[in-house]
């Protein structure tokens, strides 16, 4: 016996935002890559101009004009190798593409909070944040075999970085803590 399904094609906005959302990730990756490539290797790179570039790359090829916000709090003083800044880049665009996909289902507009800041001690602390739904009740992102985030935390482990979450009826918190010998490298 044969089971048949139907699979509703999209059409219109539907379809050229499923058709465009692959290119925006391509598009970003890409700059991730060229911008801190064309620096010198000794050259330090502004972390915190780095990854509000990359968020707002991603939050204008994944979400509808308007829907979401992205508010930045990142201080001028993160310099940062470029082997450093790359992978601390794909880690922010994969929290940020998980919160503007997910954190609002119903496609009211939304809220991401970006910060990057250079502690007292030498370390730095780059924070995601949204003001969404949460995350799927049981879901623990520590745990999650999600590709996306597994890529994150083998990222966070390359650089010594710890990450941890956490969450309330407001949204999801994302906090990388950057050990001071990753600035220290300069």
């Not at 048949?4 to 935002?17: K, N, V, W």
């Not at 990730?25 to 290797?41: G, K, M, Y």
């Not at 780095?50 to 790359?57: H, K, M, V, Y």
């Not at 450093?84 to 922010?92: C, E, N, Q, R, S």
Request: a negative charge; charged letters at 20%; hydrophobic letters at 40%.
């Amino acid at each position: 016996m044969r089971m048949q399904t139907t699979t509703r094609i999209p059409e219109g906005d539907e379809l050229r935002a499923v058709l465009e959302e692959p290119g925006g990730r391509v598009d970003t990756v890409a700059r991730l890559h060229r911008d801190p490539a064309a620096a010198p290797s000794e050259a330090a790179i502004d972390l915190g101009k780095f990854l509000q570039d990359s968020a707002g790359a991603v939050v204008a090829a994944l979400s509808a004009p308007g829907c979401i916000t992205l508010l930045t709090d990142c201080e001028e003083n993160c310099l940062l190798a470029r082997e450093t800044v790359m992978p601390i880049g794909l880690i922010v665009v994969e929290l940020v593409t998980n919160s503007v996909k997910y954190a609002h289902p119903t496609g009211v507009e939304g809220k991401i909070r970006l910060g990057c800041r250079r502690n007292l001690d030498g370390t730095i602390t780059v924070e995601i944040s949204d003001d969404g739904v949460g995350l799927p009740e049981g879901l623990d992102p520590m745990k999650a075999g999600t590709l996306g985030l597994r890529l994150v935390y083998l990222l966070a482990g390359r650089i010594g970085a710890r990450i941890g979450f956490s969450q309330d009826p407001l949204g999801v918190s994302f906090v990388l803590e950057l050990p001071a010998a990753t600035s220290a490298q300069l």
